[in-house]
């Protein structure tokens, strides 16, 4: 099932895990190195704090194991040299100023929303209608699917449409636009 939250956490998260990947795939690591390895895994651990089940089983398989294959590598000595690409990550991951996962997820959320509303407005619009008001009011924990493309909706995280009190999907789509099937 398709979400639009999934996708951009997916995208957040994504260059940070390659990141890790080739940080731990050497026999032995330097202080900078465990340094580097140790940020990230902090980073992606509070991410999944923050992204939970959007965070994806397999991201999170991933990640273990390339945990479990770097506490296997050994301190190396002084004069040992990193190869280019594994230098690169480490610059990368210890330059790196990243924000809090929370923040992220608040401005992924965000992003969400007004595109959602957007597509909602649009769609009126474009058959002469003014669009109804948006609400963001959570009576009820609610999850569907959009009728329209199969999206998985949350009412904490989508915004309602006043008029007919459905969650809005990122397509735009409400109930106001709803024909059961079978009906003309």
């Excluded at 994504?14 to 795939?25: C, I, N, Q």
């Excluded at 902090?42 to 390339?66: I, K, M, P, W």
Aim: with cysteine; hydrophobic share 35%; net charge positive.
């Amino acid at each position: 099932m398709k979400s639009p939250i999934r996708d951009k956490v997916y995208d957040y998260l994504s260059p940070k895990v390659e990141l890790l990947a080739t940080l731990t795939k050497t026999p032995q690591y330097t202080n900078e190195q465990h340094a580097a390895v140790t940020k990230i895994t902090n980073h992606l651990r509070a991410a999944y704090s923050v992204f939970g089940s959007d965070f994806g089983d397999v991201t999170l398989e991933r990640v273990q194991g390339y945990v479990q294959r770097f506490s296997h590598c050994k301190v190396s000595d002084p004069d040992h040299r990193v190869g280019s690409i594994v230098r690169t990550a480490i610059d990368q991951v210890l330059s790196a100023n990243w924000a809090s996962p929370k923040l992220i997820v608040e401005e992924m959320i965000e992003a969400v929303r007004k595109e959602a509303m957007s597509n909602h407005a649009r769609k009126f619009i474009t058959r002469g209608l003014p669009p109804p008001q948006i609400i963001r009011s959570i009576k009820h924990h609610r999850t569907p699917n959009c009728y329209a493309c199969h999206d998985h909706l949350d009412n904490r995280v989508n915004v309602e449409c006043e008029a007919c009190g459905w969650i809005i999907c990122l397509c735009g789509a409400c109930g106001c636009n709803f024909a059961p099937a079978g009906s003309t």
